[in-house]
């Protein structure tokens, strides 16, 4: 029985646009969301999208700024097609309604940590996010495509190693349902919302990785996640994002004694990549007796700051900062997801019929550390080729990779007990504290054997499937052990008991597949 030819689960950029794209080859589509159409990561980006439209910047300039920020680690040939491909997809977003922001008609460019050019298209200032959710949603109400709302999606239903279809729960009437496709695509975005302090929404719990994990299908390089440098630190709001676009502007980065750190610690200074800047600040940080730093704009004419950051004025003025005039306290919070469900360049998971597409796939793009603004890129990129490559119906190519020993692991969990002692926040401040911005074998230690005690505790539970919590151990022991298992540092990963990039480790992933 198939009631769609794709399932999507997901409603930001990369689940709309590939829903879009799969409804315009005339076929069945269906789109599962958790919570509302527009609630998503994708809605609060701010900086906006890379691409290499500059006349003195070219596709080779772009390729090797995303390949030096993935330290080493990058899927060279998925890179090439995310840039190649870049200005073609952002032609279908404008075709679609989006409206970048333009001066004298060009459109402009914004600058951002470890782009060697202006290559940030931005759409109502800092609200590039927030446009595109807007003008795709509205989109879909344009065409044939079946929604439905505030549907939890719990488990892939797998059949003769196949995915065929979901369960999934509907949070208003409160009954179970199950959908069956030819296509189920995962587009669930990131897991922010499992360390204590994030710059993300509610819902980037990283339910998509624990589904595709619980299917049977690779997860990959979990041990990479991005930590923002810029967070607004401030007793009255939770932590709120300080785009890269500001010190792109110019803004400057200073500790408590009002020095200008950045320097010191990378030749790009205030653009250096960013898990350097969220290690300097967490070092400058622990010199001083405060909980930030801060990142002064008094220098940038007020006009510019106001027109250009429209809703960072906003935000910070409502709790009386008045960032023309005054310095923003900023700290480092979780951001983006760089590992996750495995992909190639079709966005094809290692189980048959199962895509992957945005935060939630690992197309090898990013690396070791995410370019800034290529992750909604990321999302419409691949999503384009999910939908060329289901609706024309190629069949699904099988991938073969090589999978992490966990014999140490187990070794861990050993004589580990089941534990009631567990919330979210627990989670969220082990996360925080354990396999954060710096880590250290003895901390992830820690941290695998907690959330292993829980995650005992927590599998026994009826209906756990349909809840955010389960998923949330799930991913967050992926992350635990996959950092655990990465004995250098690298990138975004990074543990005082390995500081040092090693050799052997160039090119390896960490692949995790359940039950080996
Ligand atoms: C504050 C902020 C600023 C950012 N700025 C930029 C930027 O300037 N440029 C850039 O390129 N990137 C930026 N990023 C990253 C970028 O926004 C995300 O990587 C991207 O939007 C992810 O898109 P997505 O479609 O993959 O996922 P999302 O936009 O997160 O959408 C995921 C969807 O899946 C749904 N979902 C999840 N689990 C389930 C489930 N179990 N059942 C049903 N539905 C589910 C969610 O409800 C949501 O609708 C930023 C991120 C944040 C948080």
């Known amino acids: 029985m198939k009631d769609y030819d794709m399932i999507i689960i997901g409603s930001g950029i990369a689940g709309l646009y590939t829903a879009l794209k799969g409804s315009e ?26 691409a290499a439209i500059d006349p003195m910047d070219n596709f080779e300039n772009h390729v090797e700024d995303t390949l030096k920020a993935g330290a080493g680690l990058c899927d060279k040939e998925a890179v090439d097609i995310l840039i190649t491909n870049a200005v073609d997809r952002i032609v279908d977003l404008i075709n679609y309604g989006v ?31 927030a446009i595109i959710e807007q003008t795709l949603s509205k989109k879909i109400k344009d065409y044939d495509i079946d929604v439905s709302e505030n549907t939890y999606v719990g488990e892939i239903i797998v059949e003769n190693k196949k995915a065929v279809g979901i369960k999934a729960y509907n949070k208003i009437n409160g009954k179970k349902e199950e ?56 007793p009255k709001v939770p932590p709120f994002l300080i785009s890269e676009a500001v010190r792109g502007e110019g803004a400057i980065l200073r500790n408590s004694k009002m020095e200008a750190f950045m320097k010191n610690y990378h030749p790009m200074a205030e653009l250096a990549p960013r898990d350097i800047v969220s290690r300097a600040i967490v070092t400058e940080i622990s010199k001083s007796n405060e909980d930030h730093v801060y990142l002064d704009l008094t220098h940038i004419p007020p006009e510019r700051v106001i027109s250009r950051f429209p809703t960072i004025y906003r935000t910070c003025k409502s709790i009386g900062i008045d960032i023309s005039k ?66 024309l119906g190629y069949s ?9 020993d966990i014999t140490k692991i187990k070794e861990i969990e050993k004589n580990v007990n089941e534990s009631n002692e567990y919330s979210v926040e627990d989670l969220q401040k082990t996360m925080w504290k354990n396999v954060g911005i710096i880590r250290d074998g003895n901390m992830l230690k820690e941290a695998i054997k907690k959330i292993y005690s829980w995650k005992l505790a927590n599998d026994k539970l009826d209906d756990k499937i349909y809840t955010e919590l389960y998923h949330m151990l799930n991913v967050a022991y992926l992350m635990a052990i996959s950092a655990y298992l990465r ?15 090693k050799e052997e480790w160039n090119g390896r992933h960490t692949y995790l597949v359940k039950g080996e």
Not at 99 to 124: C, K, Q, W, Y
Not at 202 to 225: H, P, Q
Not at 487 to 501: A, L
């Open 99 to 129: 409206m970048f922001d333009t001066v004298n008609g060009v459109i402009s460019l914004g600058r951002e940590g470890a782009h060697s050019f202006s290559r940030v298209l931005h759409a109502g200032g800092d609200s590039t996010g």
């Open 25 to 50: 080859f005339k076929k069945k589509v269906k789109i599962i969301t958790k919570t509302s159409l527009q609630e998503c990561n994708t809605k609060y980006a701010q900086g906006g999208i890379a």
């Open 396 to 404: 699904w190519s099988k991938q073969k990779y090589d999978y992490e």
């Open 487 to 501: 004995t250098e540092s690298r990138g975004s990963h990074y543990r005082t008991d390995y500081p040092e990039t």
């Open 326 to 391: 005054d310095l923003i306290p900023v700290a480092p919070a979780a951001h983006f997801m760089i590992g996750g469900v495995k992909t190639n360049t079709w966005g094809e998971t290692t189980l048959e019929n199962l895509y992957a597409c945005g935060e939630v796939a690992s197309t090898g793009v990013h690396g070791a550390n995410r370019l800034a603004s290529n992750s909604l890129l990321e999302g419409i990129v691949f999503g384009k080729r999910i939908a060329e490559r289901t609706m």
């Open 179 to 234: 959908f069956y496709g030819s296509a189920i695509v995962l587009a669930t975005g990131g897991a922010g919302e499992l360390f204590y302090y994030n710059t993300t929404p509610e819902v980037a719990t990283g339910d998509g990785v624990s589904l595709a994990w619980n299917a049977g299908a690779v997860i990959a390089d979990m041990e990479f996640f991005q930590f923002h440098p810029t967070a607004l630190k401030h």
